[in-house]
């Protein structure tokens, strides 16, 4: 089997700073995919690559960018981080799409003072 | 695009009940069901995933219900004891090749009291 790893697992940040959630899988997956979890809304997709080299918007992108480094990792930035972003961030991976399953991390959950 | 309404958003049941949640989704092309389970501090882990094709699906103490007239996806948990106890996601997807968006329901947090 493979994992998903993110780091960190809890960020505290600053109003105004830029900060960066990292995310590895060694599932080998062609897909990996950012959501934000805030309680009581599901999940919003923020950002997601297809493939490396590639980067999608999802539903939630603004106020966020995001890198595929390489196959394994795929990192997000808040690039100014808001009181109202408090909220946990779940990276996933699968091997495509269509009926492919997601395999999540356990999360960062972020808080912003 | 598409909305998935998910109920109850809280559920509280005895060790030994049945437990029902209920998705229901707006796009007629949805193809893909997922349902995932969501303990505390941890990521989403399928469940099961069904196919457009299959109405009824069976798991280890729960049943996967697809009502495509009514566009509606079921989960049922038999006999709930505590280890069911977890936030529980649905979540749908087209059969366009290119789209890699899952819509999730908003969850269902169990409680399953001993």
């Known amino acids: 089997g493979g994992i998903i790893t993110q780091t960190p697992k809890f960020l505290i940040g600053q109003e105004g700073q830029k900060l960066t959630l990292k995310c590895q899988q060694n599932f080998n997956h062609d897909t990996m995919y950012w959501y934000r979890q805030d309680s009581g809304k599901g999940l919003r997709l923020i950002y997601y690559s297809i493939t490396e080299n590639d980067l999608q918007k999802g539903d939630l992108s603004e106020g966020y960018d995001a890198s595929r480094e390489k196959k394994s990792s795929f990192s997000l930035t808040v690039t100014s981080a808001q009181k109202n972003e408090m909220a946990v961030f779940l990276c996933?991976?699968?091997?495509?799409?269509?009926?492919?399953?997601?395999?999540f991390g356990s999360g960062t959950r972020l808080t912003v003072l | 695009g598409e909305q998935v309404e998910q109920r109850p958003p809280h559920l509280s049941v005895r060790e030994g009940d049945s437990a029902v949640i209920i998705c229901t989704y707006t796009?007629?092309?949805?193809?893909?069901f997922f349902w995932y389970k969501q303990e505390p501090g941890a990521g989403l882990q399928l469940l099961m995933k069904v196919f457009s094709s299959t109405e009824i699906n069976e798991g280890q103490g729960f049943t996967v219900l697809l009502n495509k007239k009514d566009k509606q996806l079921s989960l049922n948990l038999t006999a709930a004891h505590p280890g069911d106890s977890a936030v529980y996601f649905c979540a749908v997807r087209d059969s366009g090749g290119s789209n890699a968006k899952l819509t999730f329901g908003k969850g269902t947090k169990l409680s399953v009291k001993s």
């Open positions: 796009d007629p092309n949805s193809y893909y």
């Open positions: 996933a991976s699968s091997m495509g799409l269509g009926a492919e399953t997601l395999y």
